[in-house]
Protein backbone atom coordinates (compact mmCIF):
# COMPACT_ATOMS: atom_id res chain seq x y z
CA UNK A 1 0.00 0.00 0.00
CA UNK A 2 1.60 3.13 -1.10
CA UNK A 3 0.71 7.10 0.01
CA UNK A 4 -1.49 7.73 -3.20
CA UNK A 5 -3.47 4.42 -2.30
CA UNK A 6 -6.76 4.89 -1.46
CA UNK A 7 -8.50 3.85 2.57
CA UNK A 8 -8.59 0.39 2.57
CA UNK A 9 -12.69 0.35 2.87
CA UNK A 10 -15.28 -1.62 4.92
CA UNK A 11 -17.85 -3.75 3.48
CA UNK A 12 -21.49 -3.52 3.79
CA UNK A 13 -24.70 -3.11 2.89
CA UNK A 14 -23.34 -5.31 -0.09
CA UNK A 15 -21.16 -3.11 -1.35
CA UNK A 16 -17.72 -1.39 -0.42
CA UNK A 17 -17.74 1.67 1.21
CA UNK A 18 -14.81 4.49 2.14
CA UNK A 19 -15.64 6.40 5.71
CA UNK A 20 -14.85 9.95 7.45
CA UNK A 21 -12.96 7.70 10.29
CA UNK A 22 -10.08 6.14 9.70
CA UNK A 23 -7.18 4.42 11.47
CA UNK A 24 -3.14 5.02 9.94
CA UNK A 25 -2.25 1.26 9.27
CA UNK A 26 1.17 -0.08 10.29
CA UNK A 27 3.94 -0.07 8.24
CA UNK A 28 3.70 2.15 5.45
CA UNK A 29 1.59 4.89 4.88
CA UNK A 30 -2.24 3.51 4.20
CA UNK A 31 -5.63 4.02 6.19
CA UNK A 32 -8.44 1.65 7.30
CA UNK A 33 -11.98 2.88 7.29
CA UNK A 34 -13.72 2.51 10.50
CA UNK A 35 -17.43 1.80 10.84
CA UNK A 36 -19.00 3.45 14.08
CA UNK A 37 -21.77 1.67 15.74
CA UNK A 38 -24.52 4.08 14.71
CA UNK A 39 -23.86 3.10 10.98
CA UNK A 40 -23.46 -0.46 12.22
CA UNK A 41 -27.08 -0.86 13.86
CA UNK A 42 -28.39 0.96 10.64
CA UNK A 43 -26.82 -1.66 8.42
CA UNK A 44 -28.61 -3.88 10.80
CA UNK A 45 -32.19 -2.68 10.09
CA UNK A 46 -31.77 -2.97 6.33
CA UNK A 47 -30.34 -6.30 6.79
CA UNK A 48 -33.20 -7.85 8.66
CA UNK A 49 -35.66 -6.53 4.95
CA UNK A 50 -33.66 -8.67 2.91
CA UNK A 51 -32.77 -11.86 4.91
CA UNK A 52 -36.88 -13.11 5.28
CA UNK A 53 -37.37 -12.69 1.72
CA UNK A 54 -34.22 -14.95 1.46
CA UNK A 55 -34.48 -18.74 0.18
CA UNK A 56 -31.62 -20.54 1.84
CA UNK A 57 -33.15 -23.75 0.42
CA UNK A 58 -31.33 -22.49 -3.32
CA UNK A 59 -27.86 -21.73 -0.40
CA UNK A 60 -27.51 -25.20 0.37
CA UNK A 61 -24.62 -26.63 2.39
CA UNK A 62 -22.68 -28.21 -0.04
CA UNK A 63 -22.83 -25.39 -2.24
CA UNK A 64 -21.69 -23.17 0.70
CA UNK A 65 -18.58 -26.22 1.40
CA UNK A 66 -17.94 -25.73 -2.53
CA UNK A 67 -17.64 -21.93 -2.41
CA UNK A 68 -15.65 -21.95 0.89
CA UNK A 69 -13.30 -24.44 -0.97
CA UNK A 70 -12.98 -22.09 -4.25
CA UNK A 71 -12.75 -18.90 -2.13
CA UNK A 72 -9.77 -20.51 -0.24
CA UNK A 73 -8.03 -21.55 -3.79
CA UNK A 74 -8.45 -17.83 -4.83
CA UNK A 75 -7.38 -16.63 -1.29
CA UNK A 76 -4.35 -18.34 -1.12
CA UNK A 77 -3.13 -18.17 -4.84
CA UNK A 78 -5.50 -16.00 -7.11
CA UNK A 79 -5.84 -12.49 -7.56
CA UNK A 80 -8.99 -10.66 -5.87
CA UNK A 81 -10.33 -6.83 -6.24
CA UNK A 82 -10.64 -5.20 -2.74
CA UNK A 83 -12.95 -1.87 -2.72
CA UNK A 84 -13.27 -1.80 -6.56
CA UNK A 85 -10.05 -0.52 -7.45
CA UNK A 86 -6.99 -2.52 -5.57
CA UNK A 87 -5.94 -5.76 -7.44
CA UNK A 88 -4.16 -7.91 -5.40
CA UNK A 89 -2.37 -11.22 -6.91
CA UNK A 90 -0.35 -13.70 -3.94
CA UNK A 91 2.66 -11.48 -4.57
CA UNK A 92 0.95 -8.35 -3.46
CA UNK A 93 -0.94 -10.24 -0.69
CA UNK A 94 2.18 -11.58 1.16
CA UNK A 95 3.94 -8.14 0.21
CA UNK A 96 0.98 -6.30 1.95
CA UNK A 97 1.04 -9.20 5.09
CA UNK A 98 5.04 -8.35 5.36
CA UNK A 99 5.19 -4.44 5.29
CA UNK A 100 2.09 -4.15 7.36
CA UNK A 101 1.74 -6.79 10.18
CA UNK A 102 5.49 -8.16 9.91
CA UNK A 103 4.73 -11.89 8.75
CA UNK A 104 7.07 -13.28 6.56
CA UNK A 105 5.33 -14.89 3.06
CA UNK A 106 6.37 -18.54 4.61
CA UNK A 107 4.36 -17.95 7.27
CA UNK A 108 1.14 -16.85 5.31
CA UNK A 109 2.17 -19.86 3.09
CA UNK A 110 1.46 -22.22 5.61
CA UNK A 111 -1.30 -20.43 7.25
CA UNK A 112 -3.01 -20.91 4.30
CA UNK A 113 -2.58 -24.40 3.88
CA UNK A 114 -3.91 -24.33 7.40
CA UNK A 115 -7.10 -23.08 6.48
CA UNK A 116 -7.74 -24.91 3.43
CA UNK A 117 -7.38 -28.21 5.40
CA UNK A 118 -9.71 -26.67 7.46
CA UNK A 119 -13.10 -26.62 4.52
CA UNK A 120 -13.05 -30.08 4.15
CA UNK A 121 -12.03 -31.26 7.99
CA UNK A 122 -13.56 -28.31 10.87
CA UNK A 123 -16.21 -27.35 9.22
CA UNK A 124 -18.55 -30.65 9.12
CA UNK A 125 -17.16 -31.42 12.71
CA UNK A 126 -18.24 -28.07 14.68
CA UNK A 127 -21.81 -28.30 14.00
CA UNK A 128 -22.72 -27.64 10.29
CA UNK A 129 -25.49 -28.76 8.90
CA UNK A 130 -25.23 -32.20 6.49
CA UNK A 131 -26.32 -31.58 2.86
CA UNK A 132 -29.90 -32.39 4.00
CA UNK A 133 -30.32 -29.72 6.50
CA UNK A 134 -30.37 -26.00 6.25
CA UNK A 135 -28.40 -23.25 8.20
CA UNK A 136 -30.27 -20.91 10.60
CA UNK A 137 -31.35 -17.58 10.23
CA UNK A 138 -28.50 -15.80 12.61
CA UNK A 139 -26.50 -12.94 11.88
CA UNK A 140 -23.06 -13.67 13.11
CA UNK A 141 -20.25 -11.70 14.27
CA UNK A 142 -16.05 -13.01 14.30
CA UNK A 143 -14.15 -10.80 15.70
CA UNK A 144 -10.21 -11.67 14.20
CA UNK A 145 -6.98 -11.39 15.96
CA UNK A 146 -3.67 -9.77 14.99
CA UNK A 147 -2.07 -12.31 15.77
CA UNK A 148 -2.44 -15.01 13.11
CA UNK A 149 -5.20 -15.12 10.10
CA UNK A 150 -5.37 -18.78 10.58
CA UNK A 151 -8.53 -17.47 12.79
CA UNK A 152 -10.30 -16.84 9.84
CA UNK A 153 -11.33 -20.39 10.31
CA UNK A 154 -13.89 -19.27 12.48
CA UNK A 155 -15.27 -17.01 9.50
CA UNK A 156 -15.54 -20.45 7.64
CA UNK A 157 -17.29 -21.83 10.10
CA UNK A 158 -19.76 -18.87 10.56
CA UNK A 159 -21.04 -18.58 6.92
CA UNK A 160 -21.53 -21.96 6.34
CA UNK A 161 -23.46 -21.74 9.53
CA UNK A 162 -25.46 -18.81 9.24
CA UNK A 163 -27.81 -16.53 7.21
CA UNK A 164 -24.90 -13.77 7.04
CA UNK A 165 -21.56 -12.94 8.65
CA UNK A 166 -19.90 -9.71 9.48
CA UNK A 167 -16.06 -9.92 9.83
CA UNK A 168 -14.44 -7.68 12.37
CA UNK A 169 -10.34 -7.39 10.99
CA UNK A 170 -7.41 -6.65 13.38
CA UNK A 171 -6.80 -3.01 13.11
CA UNK A 172 -3.31 -4.13 12.98
CA UNK A 173 -3.78 -6.49 10.32
CA UNK A 174 -7.11 -6.13 8.00
CA UNK A 175 -5.75 -7.43 4.94
CA UNK A 176 -6.27 -11.03 4.80
CA UNK A 177 -9.90 -10.41 5.66
CA UNK A 178 -10.26 -8.16 3.01
CA UNK A 179 -9.02 -10.74 1.38
CA UNK A 180 -11.47 -13.63 2.19
CA UNK A 181 -14.18 -11.21 1.93
CA UNK A 182 -13.32 -10.51 -1.83
CA UNK A 183 -12.37 -14.33 -2.67
CA UNK A 184 -15.75 -15.28 -1.47
CA UNK A 185 -17.65 -11.95 -3.35
CA UNK A 186 -15.30 -13.59 -6.60
CA UNK A 187 -16.99 -16.89 -6.36
CA UNK A 188 -20.39 -15.97 -5.94
CA UNK A 189 -20.91 -15.81 -2.63
CA UNK A 190 -24.44 -13.50 -1.79
CA UNK A 191 -23.28 -10.24 -1.32
CA UNK A 192 -25.74 -9.37 1.13
CA UNK A 193 -24.42 -12.27 3.29
CA UNK A 194 -21.15 -10.33 3.91
CA UNK A 195 -19.83 -7.67 6.15
CA UNK A 196 -16.36 -6.02 6.92
CA UNK A 197 -16.40 -3.34 9.55
CA UNK A 198 -13.43 -2.72 10.97
CA UNK A 199 -14.02 -0.61 14.13
CA UNK A 200 -12.71 1.05 17.63
CA UNK A 201 -12.35 -1.89 19.96
CA UNK A 202 -15.27 0.58 21.98
CA UNK A 203 -17.52 -0.26 19.24
CA UNK A 204 -16.71 -4.25 18.98
CA UNK A 205 -19.24 -4.09 22.47
CA UNK A 206 -22.03 -2.43 20.21
CA UNK A 207 -21.24 -4.85 17.21
CA UNK A 208 -21.89 -7.88 19.65
CA UNK A 209 -25.29 -6.12 21.09
CA UNK A 210 -26.67 -6.21 16.96
CA UNK A 211 -26.06 -9.83 15.98
CA UNK A 212 -27.03 -13.23 16.67
CA UNK A 213 -24.07 -15.02 17.55
CA UNK A 214 -20.61 -14.07 18.22
CA UNK A 215 -17.35 -15.30 18.37
CA UNK A 216 -14.67 -13.41 19.41
CA UNK A 217 -10.80 -13.68 19.56
CA UNK A 218 -8.47 -11.44 22.11
CA UNK A 219 -7.07 -11.27 25.81
CA UNK A 220 -8.28 -11.54 29.08
CA UNK A 221 -9.30 -7.21 28.86
CA UNK A 222 -11.22 -8.01 25.75
CA UNK A 223 -13.04 -11.36 26.05
CA UNK A 224 -14.23 -9.30 30.07
CA UNK A 225 -15.62 -6.16 27.90
CA UNK A 226 -17.94 -8.39 25.49
CA UNK A 227 -18.95 -11.29 28.29
CA UNK A 228 -22.37 -11.53 29.06
CA UNK A 229 -24.47 -12.20 25.08
CA UNK A 230 -26.03 -15.63 25.59
CA UNK A 231 -24.76 -16.96 22.21
CA UNK A 232 -21.02 -15.60 22.47
CA UNK A 233 -17.71 -17.80 22.18
CA UNK A 234 -14.53 -16.16 23.62
CA UNK A 235 -11.29 -17.66 22.37
CA UNK A 236 -8.74 -16.07 24.97
CA UNK A 237 -5.24 -16.50 25.67
CA UNK A 238 -4.63 -20.53 24.80
CA UNK A 239 -1.55 -20.24 27.58
CA UNK A 240 0.02 -23.52 26.31
CA UNK A 241 2.56 -25.45 28.40
CA UNK A 242 4.98 -28.54 27.78
CA UNK A 243 5.15 -31.51 30.12
CA UNK A 244 8.88 -32.77 29.78
CA UNK A 245 8.57 -36.25 31.20
CA UNK A 246 11.68 -37.26 33.73
CA UNK A 247 14.21 -39.31 32.17
CA UNK A 248 14.10 -37.26 28.85
CA UNK A 249 17.11 -36.64 27.76
CA UNK A 250 17.91 -32.70 26.83
CA UNK A 251 18.67 -33.13 23.44
CA UNK A 252 15.82 -34.62 22.36
CA UNK A 253 13.99 -32.16 24.74
CA UNK A 254 14.83 -29.44 22.65
CA UNK A 255 14.26 -30.81 19.60
CA UNK A 256 10.96 -31.75 20.74
CA UNK A 257 10.32 -27.79 22.25
CA UNK A 258 12.16 -25.67 19.50
CA UNK A 259 8.92 -25.74 17.14
CA UNK A 260 6.46 -25.71 19.92
CA UNK A 261 8.39 -22.76 21.47
CA UNK A 262 9.09 -21.15 18.10
CA UNK A 263 6.88 -22.11 15.40
CA UNK A 264 4.77 -19.48 13.81
CA UNK A 265 6.67 -17.05 15.05
CA UNK A 266 5.79 -17.60 18.86
CA UNK A 267 2.05 -16.16 17.63
CA UNK A 268 -0.42 -18.98 17.94
CA UNK A 269 -2.25 -19.80 21.22
CA UNK A 270 -1.10 -23.42 21.36
CA UNK A 271 2.41 -22.26 21.18
CA UNK A 272 4.08 -23.06 24.24
CA UNK A 273 5.05 -20.55 27.06
CA UNK A 274 5.32 -23.20 29.95
CA UNK A 275 7.91 -26.06 29.95
CA UNK A 276 7.33 -27.97 32.70
CA UNK A 277 9.98 -29.30 33.43
CA UNK A 278 11.03 -32.32 36.86
CA UNK A 279 13.35 -30.22 39.15
CA UNK A 280 16.80 -32.04 38.68
CA UNK A 281 17.06 -31.80 34.73
CA UNK A 282 15.59 -28.05 34.54
CA UNK A 283 18.37 -25.79 34.39
CA UNK A 284 20.00 -27.83 31.58
CA UNK A 285 17.34 -28.07 29.71
CA UNK A 286 16.66 -24.41 30.13
CA UNK A 287 19.95 -23.51 29.35
CA UNK A 288 20.40 -25.75 26.35
CA UNK A 289 16.56 -24.25 24.73
CA UNK A 290 17.65 -21.00 25.35
CA UNK A 291 20.58 -21.47 23.36
CA UNK A 292 18.37 -23.18 20.86
CA UNK A 293 16.25 -19.40 20.75
CA UNK A 294 19.33 -17.54 20.53
CA UNK A 295 20.28 -19.37 17.13
CA UNK A 296 17.03 -18.42 15.41
CA UNK A 297 18.27 -15.74 12.68
CA UNK A 298 15.75 -12.89 11.86
CA UNK A 299 16.01 -13.84 8.13
CA UNK A 300 12.55 -15.01 6.57
CA UNK A 301 13.61 -17.39 4.67
CA UNK A 302 14.78 -19.56 8.10
CA UNK A 303 13.45 -22.90 9.32
CA UNK A 304 11.18 -21.03 12.06
CA UNK A 305 10.60 -17.57 11.34
CA UNK A 306 10.45 -14.27 13.20
CA UNK A 307 7.61 -11.38 12.81
CA UNK A 308 8.63 -8.23 12.97
CA UNK A 309 6.79 -5.61 14.67
CA UNK A 310 5.25 -2.44 12.35
CA UNK A 311 3.54 -0.40 15.13
CA UNK A 312 6.04 1.94 16.87
CA UNK A 313 7.47 0.59 20.08
CA UNK A 314 5.50 -2.76 20.07
CA UNK A 315 8.69 -4.73 19.86
CA UNK A 316 10.18 -2.66 23.23
CA UNK A 317 7.00 -2.84 25.02
CA UNK A 318 6.10 -6.69 23.72
CA UNK A 319 10.23 -7.81 25.39
CA UNK A 320 9.91 -5.29 28.38
CA UNK A 321 6.41 -7.04 29.47
CA UNK A 322 8.67 -10.17 29.82
CA UNK A 323 11.36 -8.70 31.73
CA UNK A 324 9.21 -7.06 34.17
CA UNK A 325 6.97 -9.82 35.02
CA UNK A 326 10.47 -11.22 36.65
CA UNK A 327 10.84 -12.45 40.42
CA UNK A 328 13.60 -12.39 42.82
CA UNK A 329 15.41 -15.35 41.96
CA UNK A 330 14.09 -15.53 38.12
CA UNK A 331 16.51 -15.61 35.56
CA UNK A 332 16.94 -14.52 31.94
CA UNK A 333 18.90 -16.96 29.64
CA UNK A 334 18.49 -15.79 26.25
CA UNK A 335 21.84 -14.02 25.51
CA UNK A 336 21.07 -11.38 22.85
CA UNK A 337 19.27 -7.98 23.44
CA UNK A 338 15.55 -8.35 23.60
CA UNK A 339 15.02 -6.33 20.42
CA UNK A 340 16.60 -6.03 17.22
CA UNK A 341 16.64 -3.36 13.90
CA UNK A 342 17.25 -4.56 11.15
CA UNK A 343 17.71 -1.94 8.57
CA UNK A 344 16.57 -2.88 4.71
CA UNK A 345 15.99 -0.90 1.67
CA UNK A 346 12.45 -2.35 1.09
CA UNK A 347 8.84 -0.36 1.65
CA UNK A 348 9.54 -0.40 5.75
CA UNK A 349 12.98 0.76 5.56
CA UNK A 350 14.05 -1.08 8.50
CA UNK A 351 12.60 -4.67 10.57
CA UNK A 352 12.32 -4.27 14.31
CA UNK A 353 12.02 -7.73 16.13
CA UNK A 354 11.22 -8.67 19.67
CA UNK A 355 13.85 -11.47 19.51
CA UNK A 356 12.86 -14.81 21.34
CA UNK A 357 13.09 -15.17 24.88
CA UNK A 358 13.66 -17.83 27.80
CA UNK A 359 13.16 -17.51 31.60
CA UNK A 360 14.03 -20.06 34.46
CA UNK A 361 12.05 -19.46 37.12
CA UNK A 362 12.69 -19.95 41.03
CA UNK A 363 9.00 -21.07 41.80
CA UNK A 364 6.65 -23.81 40.46
CA UNK A 365 3.65 -20.89 41.30
CA UNK A 366 1.39 -21.67 39.07
CA UNK A 367 0.12 -17.70 39.58
CA UNK A 368 3.83 -16.38 38.53
CA UNK A 369 3.14 -13.82 36.08
CA UNK A 370 5.30 -15.63 33.44
CA UNK A 371 3.39 -18.92 33.41
CA UNK A 372 1.01 -19.20 30.55
CA UNK A 373 2.39 -14.94 29.20
CA UNK A 374 1.23 -14.51 25.64
CA UNK A 375 3.59 -12.78 23.71
CA UNK A 376 3.72 -12.45 19.72
CA UNK A 377 7.26 -13.71 19.75
CA UNK A 378 9.04 -16.83 20.88
CA UNK A 379 9.05 -16.91 24.86
CA UNK A 380 8.55 -19.69 27.17
CA UNK A 381 9.32 -19.99 31.05
CA UNK A 382 10.76 -23.47 31.91
CA UNK A 383 9.61 -23.94 35.72
CA UNK A 384 11.65 -26.89 37.59
CA UNK A 385 8.51 -28.73 39.47
CA UNK A 386 6.80 -31.80 40.86
CA UNK A 387 4.47 -33.93 39.55
CA UNK A 388 1.52 -32.02 41.51
CA UNK A 389 2.58 -28.66 40.56
CA UNK A 390 3.06 -29.90 36.95
CA UNK A 391 -0.36 -30.85 37.29
CA UNK A 392 -1.53 -27.29 38.35
CA UNK A 393 0.36 -25.84 35.59
CA UNK A 394 -1.73 -27.72 32.89
CA UNK A 395 -4.77 -27.60 34.86
CA UNK A 396 -4.68 -23.64 33.55
CA UNK A 397 -3.37 -24.10 29.87
CA UNK A 398 -5.77 -24.26 27.36
CA UNK A 399 -2.87 -26.67 24.99
CA UNK A 400 -0.76 -28.96 27.33
CA UNK A 401 1.93 -30.80 24.66
CA UNK A 402 2.90 -34.23 26.12
CA UNK A 403 5.93 -35.97 23.85
CA UNK A 404 5.32 -37.94 21.48
CA UNK A 405 1.93 -36.95 20.54
CA UNK A 406 1.89 -32.95 20.59
CA UNK A 407 -1.16 -30.85 21.98
CA UNK A 408 -3.81 -32.62 23.30
Known amino acids: MTARTAVLPAFRRATWHSSADTIRLPGPPGELAL ?10 RWWETLAPASD ?28 GSLVQGPAEFR ?48 SLPGNTFSCLES ?32 VGWPAWRLGLYPSERRTLR ?48 VAWLLPLVAGDGGRFCANVRTVVCP ?16 ALPTDPHARWPLTACRAPGEAERAAWGVRERLRPGDRLLTRRPPTARIDTTGATGSDVYALPALALLASDDPGHPLVGHEVPFPFAAVVPTSP ?5 IAAGSLFVHRPPEGPA
Open 95 to 142: AAMWTTAGVPAALVDRWCGLLREAVPEALPGAGIPDDDGVPDGALSLV
Open 388 to 392: AGAEA
Open 56 to 83: DAEFRPVDRRRLLAEALDLFADGTVTIG
Open 35 to 44: VPEVVAAADR
Open 279 to 294: GPGAEALATALAEALD
Open 206 to 253: GLVRLTDRQIVYGGEGLAASVRGAPRLTVHGPGRGCALVPPGMGTPEA
Open 155 to 186: VLSEAARSAAVWVRPSRREPWSAARLVAALLA
